[in-house]
């Protein structure tokens, strides 16, 4: 796993800290029925959602005017069946970026069509993975700092 003082460094150098208050986090937790990812809970410490690696992701927020993982997590229950251990973090334009919060891979970044097929992990092109939340965003800071 990635060292979280190195991306926070990392994502410092770029953006500045953009913490998510604690509470906010738990709150999350309580709405959608699930345990976040300590890695997932230590980044929101200094990165709130918005745009990074090229990719606009939700805000990591349980109500607001902004797009956020609660509301976005909650329409695809409702739309798709998509299953409790899956938090929608980013859809980037044809495609659809997952946090499973319940087994590997951790980050799941399929096509949009491919979203029915998340909860039986049967996709017909496979989707980019990341093994944790901390990989993703390694890889996200690694793009950011390409640019």
């Known amino acids: 796993m990635v060292d979280i003082i190195d991306l926070k460094n990392r994502y410092d150098a770029i953006?500045?800290?953009e913490a998510v208050d604690e509470r906010v986090v738990s709150n999350i937790e309580?709405?959608?029925?699930?345990t976040l990812p300590s890695?997932?809970?230590e980044i929101s410490l200094f990165y709130s959602g918005g745009l990074l690696g090229g990719v606009s992701h939700h805000e990591i927020a349980c109500i607001g005017d902004a797009t956020n993982?609660?509301?976005e997590t909650l329409t695809l229950r409702d739309a798709i069946g998509l299953q409790d251990n899956f938090i929608v973090i980013a859809e980037p334009s044809e495609s659809l970026i997952v946090l499973n919060v319940a087994g590997n891979p951790s980050v799941?970044?399929?096509d949009a069509v491919e979203a029915k097929n998340l909860n039986s992990m049967n996709f017909a092109?496979?989707?980019e993975t990341w093994e944790s939340y901390?990989?993703?965003?390694d890889y996200l800071i690694v793009e950011e700092e390409d640019e």
């Open 15 to 17: 953006y500045g800290c």
């Open 108 to 110: 799941i970044w399929c």
């Open 39 to 41: 890695d997932f809970k």
């Open 30 to 34: 309580v709405q959608l029925g699930l």
């Open 134 to 137: 901390s990989d993703f965003f």
């Open 69 to 71: 993982i609660v509301q």
């Open 125 to 127: 092109n496979q989707p």
